[in-house]
Antibody
Framework: QMQLVESGGGAVQPGTSLRLSCAGSGFLFSDHAIHWVRQAPGKGLEWVAVISYDGTVKNYGDSVKGRFIISRDNSRDTVFLQMNSLRAEEAAVYYC?????????????WGQGTLVTVSS | DIQLTQSPSSLSATVGDKVTITCRASQGISTYLAWFQQKPGKAPKSLIYAASSLQRGVPSKFSGSGSGTDFTLTISGLQPEDFATYYCQQYYLHPFTFGPGTKVDFK
């Protein structure tokens, strides 16, 4: 069955970097855009980034533009989120989600999330 | 950026109730609106896309409507498993944005 598995979360200090991974299976990974969405403790959902099926189109939320980089390796059915200059307020559960389309519309299936803690 | 507001922010209901949640966009977004359900400690679940189309496997008690700036999510015949927080999301213009959520709990 369809699966998205996030990994790479952990505890880091402000100003440092972390790379998250999202591995997909059970569907044709290279046909779909993939989103990253985060949720700080007790807060709502915040859209972070999306990458098109072939990696050529990338879009970011305002708060992460210039610091986060989304990429994908379709040979490994994996999407990455490189997070640089992390801030304390970016501590959250980070979810990856499969898009209904190839170029980025809206998610139709979500992973279980990976927790990122940013604290000194 | 397009702002989404949801009303109410929370509501109390009982099993069997019909519940309606509203999402309003700060500018017209055609029908580029989705709805998600999230239970505590769990990942969101996609319910509706294109304002009114049900995602695969979502029961027909969920329905969506609207276009432009005003949208609604209706749950007909509320069941215990429907008590959750519901979010709308616009994908008309980048950056995509979510509404603040509506929590549906037991009366």
């Amino acid at each position: 069955q369809m699966q998205l598995v996030e990994s790479g979360g952990g505890a880091v200090q402000p100003g440092t970097s972390l790379r998250l991974s999202c591995a997909g299976s059970g569907f044709l990974f290279s046909d779909h855009a993939i989103h990253w969405v985060r949720q700080a403790p007790g807060k709502g959902l915040e859209w972070v980034a999306v990458i098109s099926y072939d990696g050529t189109v990338k879009n970011y939320g305002d708060s992460v533009k210039g610091r986060f980089i989304i990429s994908r390796d379709n040979s490994r059915d994996t999407v990455f989120l490189q997070m640089n200059s992390l801030r304390a307020e970016e501590a959250a559960v980070y979810y990856c989600a499969k898009d209904v389309k190839d170029i980025g519309a809206t998610p139709d299936f979500w992973g279980q999330g990976t927790l990122v803690t940013v604290s000194s | 950026d397009i702002q989404l507001t949801q009303s109410p922010s929370s509501l109390s209901a009982t099993v069997g109730d019909k519940v309606t949640i509203t999402c309003r966009a700060s500018q017209g977004i055609s029908t580029y609106l989705a709805w998600f359900q999230q239970k505590p400690g769990k990942a969101p679940k996609s319910l509706i896309y294109a304002a009114s189309s049900l995602q695969r496997g979502v029961p027909s008690k969920f329905s969506g409507s609207g276009s432009g700036t005003d949208f609604t999510l209706t749950i007909s015949g509320l069941q215990p498993e429907d008590f959750a927080t519901y979010y709308c999301q616009q994908y008309y213009l980048h950056p995509f944005t979510f509404g603040p959520g509506t929590k549906v709990d037991f009366k």
